[in-house]
């Protein structure tokens, strides 16, 4: 009886994930499949059930949880009261690591490790598909899918009539989701597949470039440093057949985008640090650190809209979690990184999950990451991906 229980349950937590997963991959918002709520109750059994079941995930998954439960202290001390309308932007604390472990101990057996990699080979295809078409834009019909996905005609506008100006937002509502998304597949195909498939890390690199997000890209430069210096160190740099098309292919790409690009020119010049936009983050750090008014320790509550609540667009994760939940809530929010980490030092998997949750956290500067509904569904399905091809591991106690 229990165990078919558990079946259903099970079923479910996996539907609701794909829902989770095909919404924020490829349909865009205005389309998106609303019916997902209802099936929450499945995921988070299923995730109640790995916390008593997988002891090398509960601490990174707990961790989680603790943001939630801080954001409600927060909400209730600081507020007086918990403001219904705003438990949503908490509720993705929850929600994440119910879509990260939907299969990390399935009551049935899943797919093989092949298959999942194909099924991730069409989502990158079909996504890269979709972005060669809004930068080919035939007959109009890339400006047209672009607006579908991120409907911010004026911007489409310039970004498709000023020569150096455009950035790919693929199929995401801005150019910065879509980089973090793509250096995803990057770090996915370098550290699960690269023996065989360098010709879709290097597919990955070309939309990445003309994404031009340069915070990400600077992150994923920094990534990319730190990892071939800790193999250089500890003499395990094999220089294949693949890898050397990928680094060459790369540096040619890099060099034809940036001769084009102003955008990832200011990185050359500097300009990229003294830019407007790296400026209204500062400003709005400064603005914390100055407002006598904010509790600097546990925050200002939950904020849903920063231009109506506070007056200005915050754009920065780390920000945004110091001025909703203070000191505390930004000590709680690097627990989770700290989490990733004892995860892949407890499983000694591939470096994946290490690599990718810095990349998340460089990218965390001046973007959304888990506060961002879209992204935060990225970055889960990407490590419910890694943690399938680590599952034994994870399950060994």
């Given at each position: 009886?229990?165990?078919?229980?558990?079946?259903?349950?099970?079923?479910?937590?996996?539907?609701?994930?794909?829902?989770?997963?095909?919404?924020?991959?490829?349909?865009?918002?205005?389309?998106?499949?609303?019916?997902?709520?209802?099936?929450?109750?499945f995921g988070f059994l299923h995730l109640i059930f790995v916390l008593f079941k997988v002891k090398r995930l509960r601490f990174?998954?707990?961790?989680?949880?603790?943001?939630?439960?801080?954001?409600?202290?927060?909400?209730?001390?600081?507020?007086?009261?918990?403001?219904?309308?705003?438990?949503?932007?908490?509720?993705?604390?929850?929600?994440?690591?119910?879509?990260?472990?939907?299969?990390?101990?399935?009551?049935?057996?899943?797919?093989?490790?092949?298959?999942?990699?194909?099924?991730?080979?069409?989502?990158?295809?079909?996504?890269?598909?979709?972005?060669?078409?809004?930068?080919?834009?035939?007959?109009?019909?890339?400006?047209?899918?672009?607006?579908?996905?991120?409907?911010?005609?004026?911007?489409?506008?310039?970004?498709?009539?000023?020569?150096?100006?455009?950035?790919?937002?693929?199929?995401?509502?801005?150019?910065?989701?879509?980089?973090?998304?793509?250096?995803?597949?990057?770090?996915?195909?370098?550290?699960?597949?690269?023996?065989?498939?360098?010709?879709?890390?290097?597919?990955?690199?070309?939309?990445?470039?003309?994404?031009?997000?340069?915070?990400?890209?600077?992150?994923?430069?920094?990534?990319?440093?730190?990892?071939?210096?800790?193999?250089?160190?500890?003499?395990?740099?094999?220089?294949?057949?693949?890898?050397?098309?990928?680094?060459?292919?790369?540096?040619?790409?890099?060099?034809?985008?940036?001769?084009?690009?102003?955008?990832?020119?200011?990185?050359?010049?500097?300009?990229?640090?003294?830019?407007?936009?790296?400026?209204?983050?500062?400003?709005?750090?400064?603005?914390?650190?100055?407002?006598?008014?904010?509790?600097?320790?546990?925050?200002?509550?939950?904020?849903?809209?920063?231009?109506?609540?506070?007056?200005?667009?915050?754009?920065?994760?780390?920000?945004?979690?110091?001025i909703q939940f203070g000191i505390f809530g930004l000590f709680f929010w690097l627990l989770l990184f700290i989490g990733a980490?004892?995860?892949?030092?407890?499983?000694?998997?591939?470096?994946?999950?290490?690599?990718?949750?810095?990349?998340?956290?460089?990218?965390?500067?001046?973007?959304y990451t888990f506060l961002g509904g879209q992204s935060g569904v990225v970055i889960s399905f990407f490590v419910s991906l890694?943690?399938?091809?680590?599952?034994?591991?994870?399950?060994?106690?």
């Open positions: 009886m229990f165990e078919k229980i558990r079946n259903y349950i099970y079923i479910g937590a996996v539907v609701y994930a794909l829902v989770c997963f095909l919404d924020a991959l490829f349909i865009p918002l205005k389309y998106s499949l609303d019916f997902d709520n209802y099936l929450f109750p990174f998954l707990l961790f989680f949880i603790l943001i939630f439960l801080w954001g409600i202290f927060v909400e209730l001390i600081y507020k007086g009261n918990m403001r219904i309308a705003y438990l949503y932007q908490l509720f993705y604390f929850i929600k994440w690591p119910v879509l990260m472990v939907v299969f990390i101990k399935p009551s049935f057996k899943l797919p093989s490790k092949d298959t999942i990699h194909r099924i991730v080979d069409s989502i990158f295809l079909i996504s890269a598909l979709l972005s060669v078409i809004m930068i080919i834009n035939p007959f109009n019909l890339g400006y047209e899918i672009q607006n579908l996905y991120a409907p911010k005609e004026y911007i489409n506008f310039i970004y498709y009539n000023k020569p150096g100006t455009y950035r790919l937002a693929g199929v995401f509502l801005n150019s910065n989701d879509n980089a973090l998304f793509l250096g995803a597949f990057i770090l996915y195909y370098l550290f699960h597949r690269s023996k065989k498939y360098w010709y879709f890390i290097t597919l990955a690199i070309l939309l990445f470039f003309i994404a031009q997000s340069r915070t990400v890209l600077l992150g994923l430069m920094l990534i990319t440093i730190i990892y071939f210096v800790h193999r250089i160190i500890k003499n395990k740099i094999v220089l294949s057949k693949g890898f050397k098309k990928i680094l060459a292919f790369s540096l040619f790409i890099g060099i034809i985008v940036m001769s084009i690009s102003k955008n990832l020119q200011s990185i050359l010049t500097g300009k990229a640090f003294q830019s407007n936009s790296i400026m209204i983050r500062y400003n709005n750090f400064k603005n914390f650190v100055s407002d006598k008014e904010v509790n600097k320790l546990i925050g200002s509550g939950v904020i849903n809209n920063p231009l109506k609540n506070i007056g200005v667009y915050i754009d920065s994760e780390i920000v945004s979690i110091l980490f004892s995860v892949f030092i407890s499983t000694k998997s591939n470096k994946f999950l290490l690599m990718y949750f810095l990349l998340i956290f460089i990218s965390s500067l001046t973007n890694h943690f399938y091809l680590n599952r034994e591991k994870l399950e060994s106690q």
